[in-house]
């Protein structure tokens, strides 16, 4: 599950290309949320139960690919999706590997998504992938919709973003966490595996919020060694 106006080839490519031959006996199946990439239309609906609605879709579209069991893998924005599904739908969700992702926003995040809200002041490295898939005015539309839709959980639902689910997910879970990630504050690590049931934790000491493509080999390596345990 892919981050913020995400894609399956801008965010899981070494993913897509390399876990297969580490799990020849899984199906890796990457997807665009609605309104993301090339799951467009339709366009994108926000509102605060954006993520909510994500879980669910991707719910309906394993079923109706005839995989109602599946283990799920999620990185930032698609972390928090994952969380609720796991949460939501315990019969369905076997294992969950998250990064870069919280059940709750708190102050400096709300100030980190507002610093990046302008993308003209982006890294070109950044912001052009983006841009090739929505288009230069579209995208930085788009991203200023993202920024309002997740900083409305913090004023209008004190940050919650699935703290509720969270506390009913019973799927083993592993969390890999980049030390140095500017994104997410440090203390959504123990929040999560206090509460957690069956949790699972490795950090990447220099890693930064893209482990999964900064550190492609090795992360890949021990998402497989997880999902491949018995």
Not at 50 to 78: E, Q, Y
Not at 80 to 98: H, S
Not at 147 to 172: L, Q, S
Not at 179 to 205: G, S
């Amino acid at each position: 599950m892919p981050g913020a106006l995400g894609s399956a080839w801008t965010d899981f490519k070494p993913q897509i290309e390399h876990l297969p031959k580490l799990l020849p006996n899984y199906t890796v199946i990457a997807w665009d949320p609605p309104g993301y990439g090339k799951s467009i239309p339709p366009k994108r609906q926000w509102g605060l139960d954006f993520f909510n609605n994500d879980a669910s879709c991707a719910l309906d579209l394993m079923k109706t690919l005839g995989r109602p069991k599946f283990s799920i893998v999620g990185w930032s924005d698609g972390g928090i999706t994952g969380l609720i599904a796991a949460g939501r739908y315990t019969d369905n969700v076997e294992k969950l590997i998250i990064w870069g992702a919280g059940a709750y926003l708190v102050p400096e995040e709300v100030e980190a998504f507002k610093n990046i809200r302008d993308v003209s002041k982006w890294s070109a490295r950044m912001r052009e992938p983006m841009e090739k898939v929505y288009g230069v005015d579209r995208f930085a539309e788009l991203w200023g919709e993202w920024v309002d839709a997740a900083t409305a959980f913090y004023t209008d639902r004190n940050g919650d973003f699935c703290k509720e689910e969270v506390e009913k997910i019973k799927a083993p879970t592993f969390i890999l966490h980049g030390k140095k990630d500017p994104m997410i504050a440090a203390e959504h690590i123990p929040y999560l595996k206090e509460r957690l049931k069956d949790v699972r934790y490795h950090e990447f000491p220099e890693g930064k919020h893209n482990i999964h493509l900064r550190y492609a080999e090795e992360f890949n390596k021990l998402v497989a060694g997880f999902l491949l345990e018995k």
